[in-house]
């Protein structure tokens, strides 16, 4: 079983920055991909981000650029830097990690944009 902690949603202004952490804790051998999916109201939930074991990384096409996503492997955690924050980043961000047999979710940390 792997629990995941998410801290650092909140409220910004357009433009501005925000860093979500997400820790993972609990009975496992190693996670492989951790990454970040967010669900606005309305709209179908999005992959935002995922970082693989090995460093590599894919992003939503709406976040290249502005977001940077990391991870700690000794701490099992991973990062997600996001710069630029627009109104339509609000959301609902959901932490992820995969071990060999499922994928885990975090409960989710609120992210609120305003213009």
């Known amino acids: 079983q792997v629990q995941l902690v998410e801290s650092g949603g909140g409220l910004v202004q357009a433009g501005e920055s925000l860093k979500l952490s997400c820790a993972a804790s609990?009975?496992?051998?190693?996670?492989?991909?951790m990454g970040w999916y967010r669900r606005a109201p309305g709209k179908q939930p999005e992959l935002v981000a995922i970082?693989?074991?090995?460093?590599?990384?894919n992003y939503a096409d709406s976040v290249k650029g502005r977001f940077t996503i990391s991870r700690d492997n000794a701490k099992n955690t991973v990062y997600l830097q996001m710069n630029s924050l627009k109104p339509e980043d609000t959301a609902v961000y959901s932490c992820?990690?995969?071990?060999?047999?499922?994928?885990?979710w975090g409960q989710g940390t609120q992210v609120t944009v305003s213009s």
């Open positions: 609990g009975s496992f051998v190693s996670i492989n991909g």
């Open positions: 992820i990690a995969d071990t060999k047999s499922r994928r885990a």
């Open positions: 970082v693989n074991r090995d460093g590599t990384t």
